[in-house]
């Protein structure tokens, strides 16, 4: 959650959040330290990030509980008490951060100042209703209010820190689980930037598309198929009525009749994917398996006449026009795959978060391996005592009990793991690897 947290503090708000082991950088804008300090700043009872983790991590709450009841809940009140006092706290914090944040937004935009730190999607929102040659441009279009510029960071942040968060929890755990994906993304990554080679150096611009179509980009689609961080996407007909066709039936939709797209559904649905393997049985086959190699099987279809004449005439909203997965890997027929919605209104920052997975996989995987951790069968001297086939059937209970784990992943906002449960894991040095390097695993 704090590899997310960090890059969505650096493109939606051009602010430094450091880790725990590091020091703020001496370049960086004194305006801006506060934020990224590991320190409440005078004024706080938080750090940013710490309040804005806890708002995300409360969100129910604070959506459900007026503030001016949660504000008069005192901590003693047990652990439920301890938590919504919390969730209060770190609203309260929070929003002073944002207020703050904006106030010096409008004054450096007032006062001539250049943007030093990241893309700042923020910054660009302020500077479209205070900068007078952006309102010049824009003369006649309806400005968004304060208030609205924070709405729409919030989620911006929620959009862009928790979904793609928890597909990198959901792919590192599923990786965990299959030790020969593993070190097919392993070689990947080595052949696309060498296995000594510096992350600081890499040049992901040049490379996106070589990691989108590898095994690396692979794993990350068949997560977001499986495990997808929203299960079911609120979408209403337009102003006029419409007409589905579904195997040579026509259903009438009323106009703004609300429609919701079960993702989680469509993604498991044997009409629209192909099975790995073909000896599985029942409704699903092996659609409820995770297996990244589905995604080098062949495409069933060519987009159809209608299909293409259908997106010319969507409307654009400025996001990401490109396709949601690699050319070169399995195409789903469209509407079948939506992880990131379809249409006009899909997810504007879909590519931005492609690019961050497929980012974060290839950096922990160069060095590290991820394995389940045994300690619930065997301590390390026990483990290192054993043989081939000894580790084997104790990483085989390991195997079997995060699979059940993951199956009691349930939606709250999005889909992830809740009421304390978990899937222990380690991660080891590449060759020192103690289940997942082992060829006699797989």
């Known amino acids: 959650m704090r590899w997310a947290l960090n ?30 300090s590991l320190q409440p700043p005078q004024g706080y009872s938080m750090t940013f990030a710490d309040s804005l983790a806890t708002v995300l991590e409360r969100i129910v709450v604070l959506l459900l509980i007026p503030s001016a009841v949660l504000k008069r809940i005192p901590s003693r009140w047990g652990s439920w008490g301890s938590k919504l006092h919390e969730a209060w706290e770190a609203k309260v914090n929070y929003t002073k951060y944002m207020n703050a944040f904006l106030k010096e937004k409008v004054e450096d935009i007032r006062a001539g100042v250049q943007e030093r730190e990241g893309m ?20 006649g279009a309806k400005k968004l209010e304060d208030s609205e510029i ?45 296995r000594d080679s510096d992350p600081e150096t890499w040049d992901y611009e040049k490379s996106i598309n ?9 794993v990350i689609n068949e997560t977001l198929r499986l495990i997808p961080p929203v299960v079911v996407t609120p979408k209403r007909v337009a102003d006029t009525d419409q007409w589905l066709q579904d195997e040579g039936q026509k259903h009438q939709m009323p106009a703004m009749m609300p429609v919701m797209p079960v993702i989680s559904a469509v993604q498991r649905n044997k009409r629209y994917w192909p099975a790995l393997d073909k000896t599985k049985k029942g409704d699903a086959g092996d659609l409820d398996e995770w ?15 209608d299909e293409k004449e259908a997106e010319k005439q969507e409307e654009n909203y400025g996001g990401y026009q490109g396709l949601d997965t690699s050319p070169t890997l399995f195409r789903p027929v469209r509407g079948s795959f939506i ?43 026990e483990v290192q ?7 084997r059937k104790v990483y085989a209970k390991a195997q079997e009990k995060a ?31 103690r289940f997942v390097g082992d060829e006699g695993l797989c």
Request: neutral net charge.
């Open 403 to 433: 699979n059940g784990t993951l199956q009691q992943a349930t939606s709250v906002l999005t889909l992830k793991l809740t009421g304390g449960r978990h899937v222990p894991v380690r991660f080891m040095r590449r060759g020192k690897e």
């Open 120 to 139: 700042n999607i923020m910054g660009q929102l302020v500077r479209s209703k205070y900068d007078p040659s952006s309102s010049e441009k824009n003369d």
């Open 291 to 305: 297996l990244p190699g589905r995604w080098y099987l062949p495409s069933q279809g060519q987009q159809s006449t």
């Open 339 to 381: 992880p990131f919605s379809d249409g006009a209104r899909s997810c504007l920052g879909r590519r931005i978060a492609m690019v961050e997975m497929v980012a974060a996989i290839a950096v922990l995987f160069q060095k590290y391996s991820v394995e389940l951790a045994v300690d619930e069968w065997a301590d390390d001297q």
């Open 385 to 391: 005592k054993m043989g081939v086939e000894e580790r």
């Open 210 to 218: 070589a990691l989108l179509a590898s095994y690396i980009g692979a």
């Open 150 to 194: 924070m709405g729409n960071a919030f989620i911006m942040t929620l959009a862009g820190h928790e979904t793609t968060a928890n597909v990198i929890h959901f792919t590192l755990l599923e990786l965990a689980i299959h030790p020969e994906a593993q070190r097919r993304v392993q070689q990947d990554i080595d052949a696309i930037f060498g």
């Open 7 to 36: 890059i969505i503090g650096y493109v939606g708000f051009g602010l430094k959040l450091i880790w725990p082991h590091e020091q703020m950088p001496s370049d960086v804008d004194p305006k801006l330290a506060k934020y990224g």
